[in-house]
Structures are given as C-alpha cells and as structure tokens.
C-alpha cells in the first residue's frame, strides 16, 4: 500500500505567482481547471454550468407562472359559465342542514330546487 498526499499546486508554486487550482496525488494532475477559451466565453467550466443552470432555473419558473395564469384564467371562465341569476320560490321541504326551496332560472324559465344550507 503506498501512501497518498494531496496538495494543490498554489502551495507548490505559490513564489512563482501561478494561482491554478491543480489537484495533484504523489507528483500527478488529476484535476485540472479548463481554459477560459474553451467553448467559446470566458470563465470556468464551473461558472458556465451555474449560469446556464440559472437560466434553466429561470425560463422553468417563467413557465410555471404561465401555467398558473392559464389555470387561474380557465378556472374563473368556468365559475363565469356556472353563474347564473335565478329566483327563490315556495318552500318545499326542510331538514337537519338546511331547507328547500322552488327555484326558476331567470335566463331559461327551467325550474328547479334549490338547497339554503344552514350555517353551523
């Protein structure tokens, strides 16, 4: 078994000015940092996945709130088509959580019942 070290180049060559971020294990590069010109923009490989997860992020959370709006916009075009004015008529029956009542449409003339639920 041989025994392992790990340091960062910095330390090694910290006199000279090279401020790299090298891993290094017994005298080997492992992990070295990209050139800011690879694919074309400058930073690191780091900093160009974090950005382009951040706009992932963003354009996700932009069509989330389009979703939502959608929804909310459908749910108060459904309630809009549910409404409807009617007229109370004679009481027709009553029980433990409310009572009865005749009820007309006022748009159609249709009869129907309608149910006055008791506040608890």
């Known amino acids: 078994m041989g025994h392992y070290t790990t340091r960062t180049r910095r330390a090694e060559t910290a006199a000279d000015g090279d401020a790299s971020n090298t891993l290094t294990v017994e005298g080997k590069d492992l ?3 990209l050139p800011s010109d690879v694919g074309g923009s400058g930073g690191s490989v780091l900093e ?6 951040a706009s992932r992020a963003a354009s996700l959370t932009a069509a989330k709130e389009k979703a939502a709006k959608a929804a909310a916009d459908a749910h108060a075009d459904a309630a809009d088509a549910r409404a409807m004015s009617w007229q109370r008529g004679e009481l027709i029956g009553a029980g433990a959580f409310g009572r009865v009542y005749l009820g007309m449409n006022e748009q159609t003339g249709e009869l129907m019942a309608v149910k006055q639920v008791r506040d608890t």
């Open 31 to 33: 992990i070295r940092p």
């Open 48 to 53: 160009r996945r974090l950005s382009d997860a």
